[in-house]
């Protein structure tokens, strides 16, 4: 399976990806409002191998985020899926990503949510000092629904995502 966008596509992560996923995930420059790693490849193959059961149950589902050219430049992550909602996360983009990644891979993530999996809102968390991922996901037309200790938590709708891309079309196509 692989979501297309302008300048991105979207791919399920395999387990030959794991050496790129720990890199992300250890480097001081993207970890910092993530959940800490080992940073061992070989733990992380083995997430990918029990993480491919729950891909299998359509529990969750791991991309990796490459550019058109087929140079890797991020990760993300649609899991809890709960009634009529998912949630995404583990969201980082490197020095490789394009322009409009952000943009682009929040609208796949979406599109896949909304359109593949029938689901109609989205939930997440974000780390209350992460600022400029807060601001991001407010002009998406996300909505605070909450807080935690560490996080702040939102949620958006399909049609307010709708309504966003409309906007922004000129950016994406």
Same mark, same amino acid.
């Given at each position: 399976?692989?979501?297309?966008?302008? $300048?991105?596509?979207?791919? =399920?992560?395999?387990?030959?990806? +794991?050496? *790129?996923?720990?890199?992300?995930?250890? !480097?001081?420059?993207?970890?910092?409002?993530?959940?800490?790693?080992? #940073?061992?490849?070989?733990?992380?193959?083995?997430?990918?191998?029990?993480?491919?059961?729950?891909? +299998?149950?359509?529990?969750?589902?791991? *991309?990796?985020?490459?550019?058109? !050219? #087929?140079?890797?430049? &991020?990760?993300?992550?649609?899991?809890?899926?709960? &009634? !009529?909602?998912?949630?995404? &996360?583990?969201?980082?983009?490197?020095?490789?990503? $394009?322009?409009?990644? +952000?943009?682009?891979?929040?609208? =796949?993530?979406?599109? *896949? &949510?909304? /359109? /593949?999996?029938?689901?109609?809102?989205?939930? *997440?968390?974000?780390?209350? /000092?992460?600022?400029?991922?807060?601001?991001?996901?407010?002009?998406? #037309?996300?909505?605070?629904? #909450?807080? $935690?200790? =560490?996080?702040?938590?939102?949620?958006?709708?399909?049609?307010?995502?709708?309504? $966003?891309?409309?906007? =922004?079309?000129?950016?994406?196509?």
């Amino acid at each position: 399976m692989i979501l297309t966008s302008k $300048t991105v596509k979207m791919r =399920l992560v395999e387990e030959s990806d +794991a050496e *790129f996923i720990v890199g992300l995930r250890v !480097d001081e420059k993207y970890n910092k409002h993530l959940s800490a790693v080992t #940073g061992d490849v070989e733990a992380q193959v083995n997430w990918i191998r029990r993480y491919k059961a729950d891909e +299998a149950d359509k529990l969750q589902f791991y *991309f990796i985020i490459e550019r058109l !050219d #087929g140079t890797r430049c &991020g990760t993300v992550r649609i899991y809890d899926i709960v &009634g !009529d909602s998912f949630c995404w &996360g583990s969201w980082i983009l490197n020095e490789e990503k $394009t322009k409009y990644a +952000a943009l682009e891979s929040a609208f =796949l993530v979406y599109e *896949f &949510g909304f /359109e /593949e999996l029938k689901l109609s809102k989205s939930h *997440f968390d974000v780390r209350k /000092e992460n600022e400029k991922v807060i601001s991001f996901h407010k002009k998406m #037309g996300a909505v605070k629904t #909450g807080e $935690t200790d =560490l996080d702040e938590l939102f949620e958006i709708s399909k049609n307010s995502v709708l309504e $966003t891309k409309q906007r =922004l079309s000129s950016k994406l196509l």
